[in-house]
């Protein structure tokens, strides 16, 4: 009889630590796919930030450029 109790108490426990297990398991796996979705959303937004960055550095080292060339056209002009 004690054979049995001992067998149904072992099953209890395993059903009771499989369900919580199975939980942690599926937050687990939630959190890796925030984790993964966050690290795709950080990696697009840097390379969005980088592209930005560059398009105002390369329109402002333009216009710095065609400004420096008027300013030192003008000087050679009136050097002339």
Excluded: D, H, W
Aim: glycine content about 2%; proline content about 1%.
């Amino acid at each position: 009889m004690s054979y049995l109790r001992s067998i149904f108490v072992l099953k209890n426990q395993t059903n009771t630590n499989s369900f919580p297990s199975f939980q942690s398991f599926r937050l687990n796996f939630q959190i890796k796919r925030l984790k993964r979705a966050y690290n795709k959303f950080s990696m697009a937004t840097q390379v969005l930030i980088g592209v930005c960055s560059a398009t105002i550095a390369s329109v402002l080292n333009s216009s710095l450029i065609t400004i420096k060339f008027m300013y030192f056209g003008r000087e050679i002009f009136k050097n002339m």
